[in-house]
């Protein structure tokens, strides 16, 4: 069948979902299935962490003075360079129609159809169609972080649809769509540094094959760097943000002075530290399962000879292990689209459906209690208006 007739199907696998879960805080319910909500209604889908940063942000653009006389979050003004500018450009430059919180939710629905719609051309060059449409599906609710990212204000969104199309395009060959792109993805979030890393490391390791019998400058030649040259711009991309901090905060190198908003730690496994000010407990035992999820998949890739998606797994997971924050699946969704080509044939299968089907009550319950306690404090919206 045609592209185009799925189309339709995909905006549903957008919409439906993030409507759902909309829908009791939309009409102030008190409560879903025994679960208390807030009844703040719409407000409590914006103040959702950290959409009222990015909502600063978009305010602001980093001008401090602005920031210190009309927000009162108890957080340094370097913070906000933590949050990379293309995600508050996006929800300012629609601010205009729907207003900044709204204009917020708008971007990341959007952007969650593109993410949707980049995994299924992903995901139908591996398994027959019949089967793309399904598995898009699962990916679009699962696992319910990810369905709760794209239901809140969230660069997220953004950030994984620009590194699936920028993968999707390199390994179809285009590679000034897949630079263009791997730069959209830096511009959103600064883990988009890691995507460079990645084409760097497969370029370097194919062109290693026969290095011991030619010669460095046939060797070179062989890496078709010529060709790749585009992927230099998510470092140019990178560059950029860190220009606009000078301009704006005076500081080239604000995102390293964020505070503790750098979650990387040395060494490894630093997460189990209970004590860890963005830890704080000791139920800690699913990381186990986010690892082990995450280590079969790159294995399955490897065994699969998905050389590429192998090597961005793999860096992206190494990156991953030094990482303290307890909300360690939302660090983890951008390789999320790939360990779903890695685990295919058991989605595929009926038993896997039958499970799915019990299982999308409770990813709808986890979602409400999610997002109605992880709501950032604010008294007074007037400024993010």
Not at 64 to 93: G, V
Not at 267 to 293: A, D, H
Request: net charge positive; glycine share 4%.
């Amino acid at each position: 069948m045609k592209f185009k007739k799925y189309i339709l199907p995909l905006i549903l696998f957008t919409i439906i979902p993030t409507f759902l879960i909309w829908l009791p805080f939309f009409f102030k319910l008190e409560s879903i299935w025994g679960i208390p909500l807030p009844q703040n209604g719409m407000a409590t889908i914006v103040a959702n962490y950290d959409g009222p940063l990015y909502l600063v942000v978009a305010k602001s653009f980093y001008n401090p003075d602005f920031i210190r006389f009309n927000y009162s979050f108890p957080i340094p003004l370097e913070y906000y360079a933590a949050h990379f500018p293309l995600f508050p450009t996006l929800i300012r430059l629609f601010a205009g129609i729907a207003g900044f919180p709204y204009s917020m939710l708008v971007v990341t629905v959007v952007s969650s159809f593109f993410v949707i719609l980049y995994f299924y051309k992903f995901i139908k060059d591996y398994v027959d169609e019949k089967d793309a449409l399904w598995i898009t599906f699962v990916f679009s609710i699962f696992p319910a972080r990810f369905l709760i990212l794209r239901s809140v204000g969230s660069a997220d969104p953004l950030f994984m649809a620009a590194v699936l199309s920028s993968i999707y395009y390199f390994r179809k060959n285009k590679y000034w769509l897949a630079g263009i792109f791997g730069a959209v993805a830096q511009l959103t979030k600064s883990p988009g540094i890691l995507l460079f890393i990645s084409y760097l490391i497969f370029i370097l390791f194919t062109g290693t094959k026969n290095i011991a019998f030619i010669s460095f400058k046939k060797w070179l030649g062989k890496l078709n760097l010529r060709k790749m040259y585009p992927i230099f711009l998510i470092p140019l991309a990178l560059l950029s943000v860190f220009f606009i901090y000078q301009k704006t905060l005076n500081n080239f190198f604000a995102y390293f002075n964020s505070g503790d908003n750098i979650h990387l730690f040395f060494p490894p496994f630093q997460i189990f530290n209970y004590s860890s000010p963005w830890v704080g407990t000791s139920w800690l035992e699913e990381i186990l399962l986010v690892y082990l999820i995450a280590g079969l998949g790159l294995l399955k890739l490897i065994e699969k000879k998905q050389t590429f998606l192998a090597t961005f797994v793999g860096v992206f997971l190494f990156s991953i292990l030094f990482v303290s924050h307890r909300d360690l699946i939302r660090y983890s969704t951008p390789i999320l689209p790939f360990l779903y080509l890695s685990f295919s044939e058991t989605i595929t299968k009926r038993e896997f459906k039958y499970v799915m089907a019990i299982l999308i009550i409770p990813i709808y319950l986890f979602s409400l209690s999610f997002i109605s306690q992880n709501v950032m404090p604010i008294s007074d919206w007037a400024p993010f208006l």
